[in-house]
């Protein structure tokens, strides 16, 4: 390329990496994750779905439909199940509990079932206004699921930015080359999510599936909604661990401390496996400190709540293939007995 072609080429990337960071800027401002997160997980299931030598797309499509609806089926089956048992896990709970707070002499705002109760619904009565405001919440939310699924079929069928331009055609302007700059930035995007969801969905179903093994096997009530809170735990890393293990506990705590000391055992145990899980399907392929991975949790939540906690790894990761993918000029090699023999009160020689 001449002089002008690479300055028109690192224009356009410029523009391209402003844009990214203007839309995902968009995002956090605007509550929008939740699309983005449907149409992520809509194209990777779509492209996971392509089968056979000869795939077509309208066949994955429908396979797409079909699973999911069986999704929307499962969910609705988790909320009902919740719905019936959150109470009477609420109410087996409150008295071990309860003897565990007098025994190590934690203040509770609650003495017994009865006055638990009366605090329930005192705290629900003073919130009821806020009903109608949860209730357009979760309208707006189902609505941008819906979105995001046809923004992901409509990519998945025609992902081309430039219409009228043939596939394999050099681009001829400015235009045309931001967006191949633009394609190219959104495709490292959608790998890093692909690459890092993909690992994390698949240590939360070997999680998911080991604890209905083993809520199956002890016989331990709410089959269901410890299944759900693990796998939806599951995709939230490290902090999603901490919630679905409180969660089990409590209920093996409900039939009995044998019980949960059960559930303890066994959550230990499986850990043990998940951090050989996270070395081999994670951590080789994503290689980020978990401090890093901590603050990131924590920004992307304050951000955009718990959508952007499983974004926040996502970025991560793409910041750091976006960074690794700018070479840097070489630097001159000095020897160990150079830089041992140099004057400190001398200038470097230049380049």
Not at 48 to 65: D, E
Request: aromatic share 8%; glycine share 6%; hydrophobic share 55%.
């Amino acid at each position: 390329m001449n002089n002008i072609t690479d300055i028109t080429q690192k224009k356009a990337r410029n523009i391209s990496y402003a844009f990214m960071v203007l839309m995902l800027a968009v995002v956090a401002w605007q509550g929008l994750a939740t699309p983005l997160l449907s149409a992520l997980f809509s194209y990777l299931a779509l492209r996971a779905l392509l089968l056979g030598k000869n795939p077509r797309k309208w066949t994955a499509i429908a396979l797409f439909m079909i699973l999911l609806a069986a999704i929307c089926y499962g969910f609705s089956m988790f909320v009902a199940d919740a719905a019936k048992s959150l109470p009477e896990i609420v109410e087996k709970l409150g008295p071990s509990v309860m003897s565990l707070a007098r025994e190590y002499q934690v203040n509770l705002p609650f003495n017994d079932y009865d006055s638990l109760k009366a605090f329930v619904i005192e705290a629900a009565t003073d919130r009821l206004p806020m009903v109608g405001h949860i209730a357009r919440v979760v309208t707006t939310q189902l609505v941008f699921l819906i979105i995001g699924c046809i923004v992901a079929i409509s990519i998945f069928l025609s992902p081309v930015l430039e219409l009228g331009r043939p596939l394999n055609a050099s681009p001829r302007n400015l235009y045309s080359l931001c967006l191949d700059e633009v394609s190219a930035r959104f495709s490292a995007f959608y790998r890093s999510f692909a690459t890092v969801m993909g690992a994390q969905l698949a240590i939360s179903l070997i999680n998911t599936a080991l604890t209905m093994i083993f809520v199956l096997a002890t016989g331990m009530p709410h089959t269901i909604i410890i299944v759900g809170v693990t796998f939806l735990c599951g995709m939230l890393p490290v902090i999603g661990n901490l919630v679905s293990n409180a969660f089990i506990i409590g209920i093996g705590l409900t039939v009995s401390p044998t019980m949960a000391l059960a559930a303890l055992a066994f959550l230990v145990t499986i850990h043990k496996l998940e951090y050989f899980l996270n070395s081999r399907i994670i951590g080789a392929r994503i290689r980020n400190p978990l401090w890093l991975m901590l603050i990131g949790l924590l920004i992307g939540e304050r951000l955009m709540g718990i959508p952007g906690m499983i974004l926040a790894p996502v970025l991560l990761y793409y910041i750091k293939v976006e960074a690794s993918g700018i070479s840097l000029p070489a630097a001159k090699e000095v020897s160990v007995t150079e830089s041992l023999t140099a004057d400190p009160t001398q200038p470097p020689p230049a380049a």
